[in-house]
Structure formats: structure tokens, C-alpha cells
């Protein structure tokens, strides 16, 4: 049996090398369909495994109090009334000084808001406008995985006073200031001077979108002043620990109703997130996108299969005589079927392999060019390769039974 296997494989190897064209046009659909599925499924998860990495630096015991719903909705459609959620109250720092004082699973709170967009300048050069300028309050960096790398972050007075002082990200302190310290320095927003009183450490894009390097923090009193009051804040809430974290959440959650007079029967008016309901989001992201990578693979493979079929018969027509040979030297059938199902699923296996191949060299672009950690998970390798076998099987499995039910006289009589 194994020396059948291998007189099968050394037979299709031939063929192969025989009409190198007419094979390398049959895997193209295969080789396609393999490697689209590799990138993007190394980009994917690649994304994961920033995001999960960024998320883990905000601790495992903070979440998140927002008027607007976060991130992506899948799945039946989106039915958020959107005209209703602009119409909720703002949060506002006095929501944030309640939810420290009235809860007591509740470590910590801090409280942001942000004008995205913004030009930052100094008196000899300027950014581009796609500075993201954040107003916090001092305890943001102990809840959104924030640290000082040079200089330090304004303090509570300074915020209270409503200075105009400024901690940079690392993207900004390098446009504005490439050959000087920027502590100390002066940068203007909106054209009022302020003090840079420290640098942010660098922390890359989110989601490969939102560049964290790419903003400005300024103490909340004054950003407020400058951009606006009655603007919402977004407040984030550390638990005391991890096992009363749940316990946290429903006691923000109580409050928060009781503040706004909500009903039994009435819905929240604002959103409580964490960590987890952010990852949820990626993953149902990354789920529609496998469907829709493995959707177009199906109909490449589908291609590709239509090829093999195609040139499975047009070889069965060819080598005729060489079959009818074969069966009046005593080979049976089987051995027939078997050499021409095992040669259409090398065909396919083989372009497995090179779409294996140009999908890992594509997500090694992807890394070099997109920053992310790309990497393949072994359940997709396996299953490509797995679904690129078996079409070669089933679009192989009509040609090798033709060429088995041969007649051996007649089939020696073809030209």
C-alpha cells in the first residue's frame, strides 16, 4: 500500500513538471484563497494581541462610566436610537466626586474629555491638525495605564487653579521640540501659551487608528475653560481589588440612577464599560471578519477546484492509452482511482503550500509596515491546508473514477 502511495505521488510529480504552465494556472485560484485567509487572519490576530496588551496596562480593575455607547455594534442590525443617547445628561465632575464618596468598593476615579483635531504651535513651528488635546483630572494616569517618561504630570493645585500647564505626547514633543528638552518649554492651544511640565512615554495607535503618542494633557479646569463647560466627561472608576470588582459596578450603576431619578422600569441613561466589554467588541469584529476572509476563500478554492477538475479530465483524455496499458498489465481500479485522486490532491495540497507561503510573507509585510506583532494561528494553517486537500479530493474524485471505469481494449485503441 505505502509503495502504491509512493509510485502514485512520484506519477503525479511527473506530470507536473511535464506542463509546468497549465499547473501553475490551476493553483492560482488555490493559491489565492490560502493566502488571503493567512493575512488577514495573522493581521487579526495581531490586532488582538496589541489590543489585549493595551487594554491590560488600564489594570484588570478599572471601568469606565461614558454617556455614549463604546465601540462596534454586530448582529441584527444597529438599532441604537442615537437622538435618544444625544439627549442623556452629561457626566460631570461632580458625578465623579459622588461615585468615590458614596462607594465604597471604589478605590479611584478619574475623569477625561477631548477636542480631537487640534494644531499645537510653538513660536518657531506647528503640528499638523490631528492633535487629540484631553482635559483630565490628576488621577487619569493610575487608571488609563498612563506614564511620565520625562518631567512630571500637573498636580491637584494646578488643576484647581486652572494653570495652563501641559504634559506632551512623545509624537508631539518630537515635532515641536526634535533638538531642545521640552520641559519647560512653551506651547500655545488655541493661542494661549502654556508650560510643558512633563513627556509622555510612548504607547503606540490603537486598533492602528487612534495614535496615543499623538496628543495633548492638560489639566481639566483649564481644558474645560478653554473648550467648553457643558461638555460631557468620561469617568473611569478603579474597584478596591478584582473580587469586588462586580460589586463596584453595581454600586456606580445604583448611584448613577439614583442621581438622575431614574424609575425601576426606566433605562440607564448612560453606559458602564470595561476592559472585557471592549475586547468582546474586537472579537465580534474579528469574527466578521473571518467569516468574510473565509467566504472569499471558499470561492477561490471553488476556482481553483473547477481548475483541478479541468485538468484532471483534460489528463485522463491524454494519457488514454497509458491507462488502458495499465489495466491489461493487471491494474485494478482501484489502484487507477487512487493514482488520480492522489494526484489531484497534491495539485491542491501544493497550492496549499504556496498560499501558505505568500500569506506568511504577506503578514511579515504587515508587521514591518503596520507595526503589529502578526502572527498565524495554527488552527487557520491547518484548516486551509485542510480545506485546500479536500477540494482537490472532491473535484479529483469524478476525473479518477472516469479513468477507472476505463475499458482496457477501447482505451488502448485511443490516439
Not at 494526484?343 to 507561503?357: D, T
Request: net charge positive; hydrophobic share 45%; proline share 4%.
Amino acid at each position: 500500500m505505502l509503495r502504491a502511495f509512493i509510485d502514485n505521488l512520484r506519477l503525479a510529480a511527473s506530470t507536473f513538471i511535464a506542463h509546468p504552465l497549465r499547473t501553475a494556472l490551476t493553483l492560482l485560484g488555490i493559491i489565492i484563497g490560502v493566502a488571503t485567509v493567512m493575512t488577514m487572519m495573522a493581521l487579526l490576530e495581531g490586532l488582538r494581541l496589541k489590543v489585549n496588551k493595551d487594554l491590560s496596562q488600564l489594570g484588570a480593575n478599572v471601568f469606565r462610566v461614558d454617556k455614549w455607547p463604546q465601540g462596534f455594534r454586530f448582529g441584527g442590525g444597529d438599532r441604537t436610537n442615537w437622538a435618544k443617547i444625544a439627549a442623556r445628561p452629561v457626566l460631570t465632575l461632580d458625578d465623579k466626586r459622588a461615585i468615590l464618596e458614596h462607594c465604597p468598593s471604589v478605590k479611584r476615579t478619574s475623569a477625561s474629555s477631548w477636542q480631537p483635531g487640534q494644531r499645537v504651535r510653538t513660536a518657531m513651528t506647528e503640528t499638523q491638525p490631528n492633535v487629540f488635546i484631553l482635559g483630565t483630572t490628576v488621577e487619569y494616569p493610575e487608571t488609563a495605564g498612563v506614564v511620565v517618561a520625562n518631567g512630571r504630570y500637573f498636580n491637584e493645585q494646578e488643576d484647581l487653579d486652572g494653570r495652563q500647564v501641559a504634559v506632551l505626547g512623545p509624537d508631539v514633543a518630537d515635532k515641536l521640540f526634535p533638538s531642545l528638552d521640552p520641559v519647560g518649554q512653551e506651547v500655545r492651544l488655541k493661542g494661549r501659551p502654556f508650560t510643558v511640565v512633563g513627556v509622555l512615554e510612548r504607547r503606540g495607535k490603537v486598533l492602528g487608528l487612534f495614535n496615543l503618542d499623538n496628543q495633548v494633557l492638560a489639566p481639566m479646569n483649564t481644558f474645560l475653560g478653554l473648550y467648553g463647560k457643558r461638555r460631557t466627561v468620561s469617568i473611569s472608576v478603579e474597584a478596591v481589588d478584582q473580587p469586588v470588582f462586580e460589586r463596584a459596578m453595581e454600586e456606580t450603576s445604583r448611584l448613577m440612577r439614583q442621581r438622575r431619578g431614574l424609575g425601576p422600569e426606566e433605562d440607564d441613561n448612560f453606559e458602564v464599560s470595561t476592559n472585557e466589554s471592549m475586547a468582546k467588541t474586537l472579537n465580534d469584529l474579528s469574527k466578521v471578519i473571518t467569516a468574510a476572509t473565509f467566504g472569499v476563500c471558499l470561492l477561490s478554492l471553488l476556482v481553483g477546484g473547477i481548475g483541478i477538475l479541468n485538468i484532471m479530465l483534460v489528463s485522463v483524455s491524454e494519457r488514454t492509452r497509458e491507462i488502458g496499458v495499465r489495466k491489461a498489465l493487471g491494474a485494478r481500479r482501484s489502484r487507477i482511482l487512487g493514482q488520480f485522486a492522489t494526484e489531484a490532491i497534491a495539485l491542491a495540497l501544493v497550492g496549499g503550500l504556496i498560499g501558505l507561503g505568500v500569506g506568511l510573507s504577506l503578514a511579515g509585510l504587515g508587521r514591518w509596515a503596520l507595526g503589529l506583532a502578526t502572527a498565524v494561528p495554527v488552527w487557520a494553517a491547518a484548516l486551509s491546508l485542510g480545506m485546500s486537500s479536500g477540494v482537490g479530493l472532491v473535484f479529483g474524485i469524478y476525473p479518477a473514477a472516469r479513468a477507472a471505469r476505463l475499458d482496457p481494449v477501447e482505451a488502448m485503441r485511443a490516439e
